[in-house]
Each structure stands twice: as C-alpha cells, then as structure tokens.
C-alpha cells in the first residue's frame, strides 16, 4: 500500500517549494444563516447522528414534518455546503450537504473561499490528521467536549497553488468514487443475501418460537477508565452488516459502557430502522445503545440473519417508542416470532457463497479508504 501510494504520489510531480502556509480561516467561511422554521420552504434537517465517521457523503437525514426539533436546530446550509460536527469532534464528521436544509448551532456550516482553495478539495483538507488532532486539541469541555470557530480556524496548513489543488481534488474524488461504486455493490450484495435466506427459511421445516426464548442477554458493564482499548459507538455499525470492523478509542468513552466479548451477538435498540446488528470480531466495550446477547435453540449467526430481515425490522420499527429518538426494548425485540429449522446448518452452509462476495467487497471498502486517508495524509 505505502509503494502504491509513493507512485500515485510520485505521479503527480508536485512542486511544493510554492505552496504557502495559510490558515483555515483563511480559506473557509463559517454560515451563520438562520431559519424560521415556521415560516421556511426548507423540509428536511440533519442531525449530528446522521453524520457518519470519516464519511463524506450524507446518507441519512430527517424531515421537518415528522418531528419536533428544539430551538437550536436554526441553522441554514445550502448544496454543496460543508458540514462539520463541533462537538466530540474525534469522530471526525465531514459531511457535504446534497442539499438545501436545516441543522443545529452546534454544526459548523462552512463555504469554501473559492478565491484561495478549489471548494472540491477543502473537504479533504478537513480529513486530514492534521486538522483533525487540531481540532481535538482545542476541543473544550470533558463529558461533551466542543471545539469553537475561533480555535478551528486558526489551524495551520500548506495550501498548493490553484492549478495543483485541481489536480489533488481530481484524485481524491477519484479515489472517492471507487469508494462509492464499492460500497453500493457491498449494500446490494447483502440484499441479495437476504433474500435467499428468507427464502430458504420458508421452504424448510421447523418450530416457531418468540425471540425471548431464544436470545439470552448478556449485561456486563465497564466503567471509565476502560480496561478494552476499543470502543463500539453507533456510528461505526454499517446498516445491514453482519459485522462490524470499525471502531474508536476507549478512552475517549467517559461514561459506562457494556462489555462486548469476540462472538457476542449485537444489536442496536435506537432507531431500529436503521437495521444495526452484527456478531463481534473483537473485545471491546460499547455505547449502552447496543445489546449484548448469546443465544439457546440457534446459532447467533442463524438469529442475525433474522435480525436483518425486512420483516422484523419493521415489526421493531412499528413498536418502537419515542418520537425524538425512537428506540427499542429487550421486551419488544422478545415478542418476534422466528422459526427454528430442523436444519439451520444446511441453510447457513448454502449462504456462504453470498457471504464471501459481500466479504470481498468489505475488504474492497476497508483498503480504499486506507488509500484515501494516506494520500490526504500525505498530501497535507
């Protein structure tokens, strides 16, 4: 990977006896529009949560119409503008808005200055470790730490001339867009697979049962400081992914935490339809969103399986309570009906074909952004 990256970098002959050291500031204007959402045309907001880790592009968001938002969502962006989370600002959430919407104050809503830097490349410097520790570093606050304007931009970076941050924008978006075609073969790859284990539920025998028989939870809990050095946050959880190979440092998790063993079954009870469950590669400890189980009567693979399926996920959806941050209990997730098959191995062994494609393409996404962070990182 580091040769690849040499010859890509190599390839580009940049010239960095030209380059000046500018600030953020300098070259990203902050918004601060604000909204009547009583009297607006705009429909749709973004929430912190809907931005992903190290994630571009913005694949989830709300409508105005569905819920309510307190007072702090009053914050206009436009297309193309950059979102930046503000606080807890390690999980590193760059989004770029496909659209025009509402946020809260706590999200930086930036433009770039298109007289200084190619607005294509500005996302990327975000990216970079540089900024990133930059902004950690400032970061105020312990529980819910925040970083201000005034400290985010005075960080300090060597800006290329325009005709060079061209060339550095085409790469990486590239780059990106290998990314991209990945990831929706991966997303189509996993549809597929489910769909033949739906169907191959239905034609063989078994025995029903209610999931509370089936799943047994496991509530181990870790107080701060961490003894595991890996932390499972919601946003490392790929929606419709039977694993989860992301993750954060423990010891940025202040608050107690569940305890997550290597092969322990795991499912998120906040926003349900957002279909986040996936059997643990590594010891870790985890958001509390998360519940833990073993399982008696099937396989935890065989129960997650079941857990992906459109069916439950809109039996848990429809169950759900709370209208802010719908959620679910281990009591509703209990009441689902599932069959137990006489032969749950003979199934389990005809997936796996559709389980190493969708593996290849996980690795695909895993190397390439491996790709993309080490060129921006040795870019700026």
Request: charged fraction near 25%.
């Amino acid at each position: 990977m580091n040769a690849l990256i040499e010859k890509i970098i190599d390839g580009l002959k940049l010239d960095r006896s030209e380059w000046k050291l500018v600030k953020f500031g300098d070259v990203a204007i902050q918004q601060k529009d604000s909204v009547d959402r009583e009297n607006s045309e705009l429909t749709r907001y973004v929430k912190g949560e809907h931005m992903y880790s190290e994630d571009l592009h913005l694949r989830e968001w709300g409508e105005l119409a569905d819920e309510y938002l307190g007072p702090a969502f009053i914050r206009k962006f436009e297309e193309d503008d950059i979102l930046y989370g503000s606080r807890r600002t390690y999980l590193r959430k760059v989004v770029i808005a496909p659209f025009d919407g509402i946020t809260s104050n706590t999200t930086f809503v930036i433009k770039a200055n298109e007289k200084k830097i190619d607005k294509r490349l500005l996302p990327f410097v975000m990216m970079s470790e540089g900024f990133a520790q930059h902004s950690i570093r400032n970061s105020k606050g312990s529980v819910n730490p925040y970083v201000n304007w005034k400290d985010l931009s005075g960080y300090e970076f060597l800006l290329p001339p325009k005709d060079q941050q061209a060339q550095l924008a085409k790469l990486f978006w590239s780059v990106d867009n290998v990314l991209q075609k990945n990831i929706n073969a991966f997303r189509k790859a996993i549809i597929t697979k489910q769909v033949c284990f739906d169907s191959g539920v239905a034609s063989s025998s078994g025995k029903e049962y209610v999931l509370s028989k089936i799943l047994m939870p496991k509530k181990s809990k870790s107080l701060a400081p961490h003894s595991r050095s890996k932390y499972i946050g919601l946003e490392h959880i790929e929606s419709g992914s039977f694993s989860c190979t992301e993750y954060g440092e423990s010891k940025d998790a202040l608050a107690q935490c569940n305890l997550v063993d290597s092969g322990d079954l795991c499912y998120s009870k906040l926003r349900p339809y957002l279909d986040k469950a996936f059997i643990a590669d590594f010891d870790a400890v985890s958001t509390t969103e998360l519940l833990v189980y073993g399982t008696t009567l099937a396989s935890k693979k065989y129960i997650l399986y079941h857990l992906h399926s459109k069916p439950f996920i809109n039996f848990v959806t429809g169950q759900g309570f709370g209208t802010k941050m719908p959620r679910v209990s281990h009591k509703i997730i209990g009441e689902y009906v599932v069959k137990v098959l006489d032969d749950e191995k003979s199934l389990l062994d005809e997936m796996t074909e559709y389980e190493n494609i969708e593996k290849a393409f996980s690795e695909k996404i895993k190397s390439t952004k491996i790709l993309i962070t080490s060129l921006i990182n040795q870019v700026f």
